[in-house]
């Protein structure tokens, strides 16, 4: 009777200990917090592995339980059946025709030249360069300046090089910040980062700190802000603890307003610190629920990772989000899971978000908005606009008037099917554009499949028969969906805007994959799903090319002004096919253009780096690197040369697809053939 006493008593004492341990988890406690309470209870603050599948046991029981005591719980899991096809087949959002405030004139706009200060180019993310130099007319004079090679490990390299007064700096495979005369290669300072695996992931910034008179390095560093010396690579030691402050985690480059570094954040939030000392003024939560939708719940992901810009006069930044999680399933977090798949204006002065516009409503696809938007400024109906502009995933362009977020042109959505998912309940709604003009196809049908010849075609059209395709295709159990988002569309790179002649240049990919929802038998007695969102399943012919239409990589030019495309071409080549035009290939590079009528673009399989004319989209150069380009060239001036400089560090989203590619160190600057 002693051991039984004491077996329940022990019990009781675990299952305490556990919920203790889970609500401690659970909690956080921050004031700084504008719009959240300073104690905080939600599974967005599980911060260990082990916390989360303690949470999902409990959560599966709980539902469990209300299932069988709660009608309205029933009802949650039964299959959408309300018909839609009594809908209306298109929802329009009308484009601002008038009451525009005045924008910006072009002698006013910030466009890069001898200097590349901010990863992308400047604070407006346009990553074009006035410089040129290196035109059309020379192009093919162009040969490798130099070549820096880290030695110090092997990894793909995203962040795109800064430049200020003849030095480059950028991150390594070996979590160093390096510091090289621009014009030689030669190495002048490098910095180690103790901990994390990227180090300025996505970017850093330069910054002149007139106060103190010398030029700051500022980056992220996953949960670090770092700043160094720019002349010497030390850290400025009254920044927080030696050069380091703690944040929350972060792969974007940051902005700077009013002597406050602005990051967004996994919180997800958007966070401000004090530039001299590191202390945090102010963090805002991004997050928010619908309260028209009476299931609407908070959920995971939404993070604001693609990047961020800021409207410097306005004191205004602007972000785009992720989708939320899980990827392709949604029944735990019912309702349009606001704040994700967006663009958020927020504005600074007043401590709050100014205007939000979600791109894909209850994501269940992995739709993010992935790339940093671009801030320019359009022509239209004889006035300068303003707007902000986001490159998707879905291939479209997003145009907004940047003061209140309404579009400038017409945004079509079209009725979305309803999921045959138990609890799973898509939006009526998903956007269906006309203009702009899509650059990438998001749709699949089965024109789409690959004509290489009869065999392959027979081949892939066998097994796309077994699949749920089409216009925002819903998942089933034991029924595969085929989707181009993960290798689809506007990747992280974004695009290169000519703020002059308001045109945009976008990389592409476009292959599609399988993604699979699988289920315990009777869902009543599990209430989970789970999917191969980890696992690379791409539609590939029998000889592992992409099952689908060439080209299967493009460069695309859009006329910002009209939002038609100018002209597309394909990006990258597999030669073993032999065909008559490049195949084009996935790409994960990025486009960077220049005043001298040329767009440099890399990132693709067969390891080139090329120079396409802006104005025809028709190749005039090419060089092989010893690995694939993995970041948008940087342009710069040093010496009184221009140059264009590269990270050629290989691709973990390309590997992921073919394991045979390899990673490496290589940094490469071009620069036109002396008569020395």
């Known amino acids: 009777m002693k051991i039984l006493k004491l077996s329940i008593i022990t019990l009781f004492i675990l299952i305490a200990i556990t919920v203790l341990f889970l609500l401690f988890d659970l909690v956080s406690l921050d004031s700084k917090y504008l719009n959240r309470n300073t104690i905080y209870f939600s599974q967005t603050n599980l911060d260990s592995k082990r916390s989360q599948k303690i949470y999902d046991f409990l959560e599966k029981y709980y539902f469990k339980t209300l299932y069988f005591l709660s009608d309205n719980q029933k009802k949650f899991w039964e299959i959408d059946d309300k018909d839609r096809s009594q809908l209306e087949k298109y929802q329009i959002i009308r484009a601002q025709k008038e009451n525009f405030k005045e924008g910006t004139k072009l002698e006013d706009i910030h466009i890069p030249k001898e200097d590349w200060l901010r990863s992308h180019g400047n604070n407006n993310s346009i990553r074009f360069s006035k410089l040129n130099q290196i035109n059309k007319e020379n192009v093919q004079n162009l040969r490798l300046a130099w070549q820096y090679n880290s030695t110090d490990g092997k990894k793909g390299i995203q962040a795109n090089p800064i430049v200020k007064n003849g030095k480059i700096y950028f991150p390594t495979p070996g979590n160093h910040i390096v510091c090289l005369d621009a014009q030689t290669g030669k190495l002048i300072w490098k910095y180690k980062a103790e901990k994390g695996f990227h180090v300025a992931k996505r970017g850093l910034l330069i910054w002149e700190d007139k106060k103190n008179q010398v030029d700051k390095i500022i980056f992220n560093n996953d949960d670090q802000l770092i700043i160094l010396n720019a002349a010497d690579g030390t850290p400025i030691k009254n920044f927080g603890k030696n050069g380091i402050i703690k944040t929350g985690s972060s792969p974007m480059t940051p902005v700077i307003i009013d002597d406050q570094i602005i990051i967004g954040t996994f919180r997800p939030s958007i966070e401000a610190y004090n530039i001299y000392t590191g202390k945090t003024e102010w963090k805002y939560y991004l997050r928010k629920i619908n309260k028209e939708d009476t299931n609407a719940a908070d959920f995971r992901g939404g993070n604001p990772w693609g990047g961020i810009s800021v409207d410097e006069q306005n004191k205004v930044v602007y972000l785009t989000t992720g989708n939320s999680h899980p990827y392709f399933v949604g029944v735990m977090r019912p309702g349009k899971n ?7 204006a927020f504005d600074i002065t007043k401590k709050k978000i100014a205007w939000s516009f979600q791109e894909t409503c209850h994501d269940i696809w992995n739709f993010d908005i992935a790339a940093p938007p671009v801030l320019t400024t359009i022509s239209k109906n004889n006035k300068r606009i303003d707007v902000v502009v986001a490159f998707t995933k879905l291939g479209n362009t997003i145009i907004l008037n940047r003061e209140n977020g309404n579009p400038i042109f017409d945004y079509r959505k079209r009725v979305a099917p309803a999921s045959n998912l138990p609890g799973e309940k898509t939006c009526l709604y998903q956007p269906d554009l006309e203009l702009p003009e899509p650059f990438f196809k998001s749709e699949f049908d089965l024109n789409d499949i690959t004509d290489l010849n009869n065999e392959e075609y027979n081949f892939v059209k066998s097994k796309v028969k077994n699949y749920n395709y089409g216009f925002f295709p819903t998942h089933e159990i034991d029924k595969p969906t085929l989707i181009r988002s993960l290798h689809g569309g506007a990747q992280w790179m974004g695009a290169s805007v000519d703020p002059i002649n308001n045109i945009a240049y976008v990389t592409s ?37 992409p099952g689908i239409k060439r080209p299967w990589g493009t460069l695309s030019a859009i006329n910002l002004n009209n939002g038609k495309i100018k002209w597309q071409s394909p990006l990258g080549n597999f030669e073993e096919l032999k065909l008559n035009e490049d195949t084009g290939t996935l790409n994960y590079g990025g486009a960077t253009a220049s005043s001298g009528g040329l767009v440099f673009a890399s990132g693709t399989i067969d390891k080139k780096i090329r120079a396409y004319d802006g104005e025809t989209g028709k190749v005039l150069w090419s060089y092989k690197m010893p690995y694939i380009g993995s970041a948008p060239p940087t342009i710069y001036e040093a010496g009184g040369e221009q140059f264009i400089m590269i990270p050629a560090t290989g691709s973990w989203s390309l590997k992921n697809v073919y394991p045979d590619l390899e990673y490496g160190d290589a940094f490469l600057s071009f620069k036109l053939k002396t008569n020395e």
């Open 338 to 344: 606001l704040f994700s798949n967006s663009i958020i």
């Open 509 to 545: 990919n476009n292959l599609p994959d399988l993604i699979e929802v699988y289920s315990a038998k009777n869902i009543k007695g599990d209430f989970k799903y789970s999917t191969n969102d980890l696992k690379q399943k791409p539609l590939f012919d029998s000889k592992g090319y």
